[in-house]
């Protein structure tokens, strides 16, 4: 609750302080004192812009500060948001516009932020001269969902939304996937075929280098053999070993034969059976040694060709050859998660739909008993005719939210034989504002804003209608804080305080001033100005006496 307001430096307002009280408070005084000023004080302080024209003293900063009482939720609101509050200590907010344009604010002298001003306003201090966005489908729905204690049901839809909408997403993506891979099929299946072929194996490529190299160092070997077996086997006649051949036939044809023939024999079989053993090795060599180094090469060009045709080294083959193999098997399963997912979108769809269609038929429960309450305060506002009704309108699926698939709203009648109309677009002003005030009186009790400011409600109306307004701002300050600015004597003859601007003429300056808790007789002379003017007679102080006698 608005304890006080302070304001210093502010237009006409040199300092100021206005104290509030609980229950019905109404601001009155001539047009041009400075009322409004009250309001702009209230809005500057939770985030709204000024600019240094409004500084009374050019030299000197404008200050707002606010003070209030608040309950466990708002003092919880603080805690989250960093500022913590000793128990019963009440909440001061300051907030200054200096000379330069700029602006500081604090909370409880703590520095703060013109954005978190704002998002504290809303739990603070509400002002109701915004009728079309008070009665806004919207705001509608909000306070049908806090008197049906929907809460629950509420939670079950936003999750019963976001996994719909999660699983739609989620759809779509397996979707774009799958189409991917199905316009990627015929090279996934080539190349999971071809490296399977292939068939590389890890380090294949080091291996193979390594086995060229041994088949050269065989290569220099069989040249070292061969041309031993050149040696051996010279290709030019009468050899050395066919000669000892010879001559060693002589020696054993002799009748004695020589005692070196044996060991000549030994010598030439040995030179023989060396020489059979070298000729075939060097030649098994040769052959060995050709297949290998074809075989390495070849194996060599085909893994090099391979990886530049996957653009990667030749030790990542197998992983390439793996990667293909499992987009292969998604190519076979992606038709069967693709249903899954569809299924999963149809079943999460349907909860979704179960959800809402209940909550919209108790929304349209609560909002037909909302209807029949605002239309019993009609007669009293002098809107008996205007009639009252529940429109509930299916959305289209684009447009389902986790509010729900239907559009549940008011809808007003103003003539008998004009069309029902939302709510928020009731024909004349002051149709609407005397609605909006049924409303309110109604729903009050529903809303967590301590605080409801009322700016001029009760424009363009008197006598009865304004007692009826008057009455109805009486019934809500039972259950809030009211603060209305009123020009009307049967609106300010009901309120709990008595809050009386004024401007005061000097020489050299102009000065408003706010009296609050006004005595009797100052009450009865404000009283009887708003009935008649500046001239006031006897008749007019027995009328306001008898405005305000009717409300004790």
């Not at 030790?315 to 069967?336: D, M, R, S, T, V």
């Not at 009760?458 to 701002?473: E, F, Q, R, T, W």
């Not at 401007?503 to 100005?529: C, F, M, N, Q, V």
């Amino acid at each position: 609750m608005l304890r006080s307001l302070c304001i210093q430096n502010f237009i006409t307002i040199e300092s100021q302080t206005i104290t509030f009280e609980s229950g019905f408070n109404v601001i009155t005084g001539e047009t041009g004192a400075g009322k409004s000023l009250v309001l702009k004080a209230l809005q500057f302080v939770f985030g709204s812009k000024l600019p240094t024209t409004v500084l009374k003293k050019k030299d000197s900063p404008l200050q707002v500060i606010c003070t209030f009482t608040i309950n466990e939720a708002i003092n919880q609101f603080l805690d989250d948001i960093g500022f913590l509050l000793n128990t019963n200590e009440p909440l001061i907010i300051r907030r200054q516009l200096t000379p330069d344009g700029k602006t500081r604010c604090f909370i409880n002298d703590q520095p703060s932020t013109s954005t978190t001003l704002k998002d504290l306003s809303t739990h603070l201090f509400s002002l109701q001269n915004q009728f079309d966005q008070i009665l806004s489908p919207a705001a509608q729905l909000a306070i049908i969902d806090r008197a049906g204690n929907h809460a629950a049901e509420i939670i079950d839809l936003e999750k019963s939304y976001q996994e719909w909408k999660s699983a739609v997403q989620n759809f779509e993506h397996a979707k774009l996937a799958n189409e991917k891979r199905q316009q990627e099929r015929e090279f996934i299946e080539q190349a999971y075929a071809e490296l399977s072929i292939l068939a590389a194996i890890e380090d294949e490529e080091n291996q193979l280098l390594e086995q060229r190299q041994k088949a050269k160092n065989q290569g220099q070997n069989y040249e070292i053999l061969n041309e031993i077996l050149t040696l051996l086997n010279p290709e030019e006649g009468n050899q050395l070993w066919y000669k000892l051949s010879k001559k060693l036939a002589k020696l054993q044809s002799q009748e004695e034969i020589h005692p070196l023939s044996q060991s000549l024999e030994k010598l030439i079989d040995a030179h023989q059976s060396f020489t059979d053993q070298l000729t075939e090795q060097t030649y098994a060599s040769s052959q060995d040694m050709n297949l290998d180094a074809d075989q390495i090469e070849q194996r060599l060009h085909t893994l090099r060709a391979a990886s530049r045709k996957y653009n990667c080294s030749c030790n990542e083959l197998p992983a390439k050859q793996a990667f293909y193999a499992e987009q292969a098997q998604l190519l076979q399963g992606g038709e069967k998660d693709l249903k899954n997912h569809e299924q999963r979108v149809q079943e999460t769809k349907q909860n979704y739909l179960k959800i809402s269609e209940n909550l919209a038929k108790k929304r349209q429960e609560i909002a037909h008993q909302l209807c029949q309450s605002v239309s019993k305060e009609l007669p009293d506002l002098m809107l008996d005719k205007l009639k009252l009704k529940v429109s509930s309108t299916p959305l289209t699926e684009s447009q389902w939210s986790s509010s729900g698939t239907e559009k549940i709203q008011l809808m007003v009648q103003a003539n008998i034989d004009t069309p029902f109309t939302p709510l928020d677009q009731a024909a004349s002003g002051g149709e609407r504002s005397r609605l909006f005030l049924a409303f309110e009186k109604v729903t009050s009790h529903l809303k967590q804003c301590p605080t409801l400011f009322f700016d001029e409600i009760d424009k363009g109306v008197g006598g009865a209608v304004a007692h009826a307004i008057g009455l109805c701002l009486q019934t809500i300050g039972t259950h809030h804080q009211v603060i209305a600015i009123s020009h009307a004597p049967q609106v300010a003859a009901l309120a709990d305080h008595h809050i009386l601007i004024e401007k005061h003429h000097y020489e050299d300056k102009t000065i408003s001033y706010a009296l609050s808790g006004l005595s009797p007789e100052i009450k009865l002379a404000e009283i009887s100005r708003m009935l008649s003017g500046k001239t006031i007679t006897l008749e007019t102080k027995a009328a306001a006496q008898s405005l305000i006698s009717q409300t004790q």
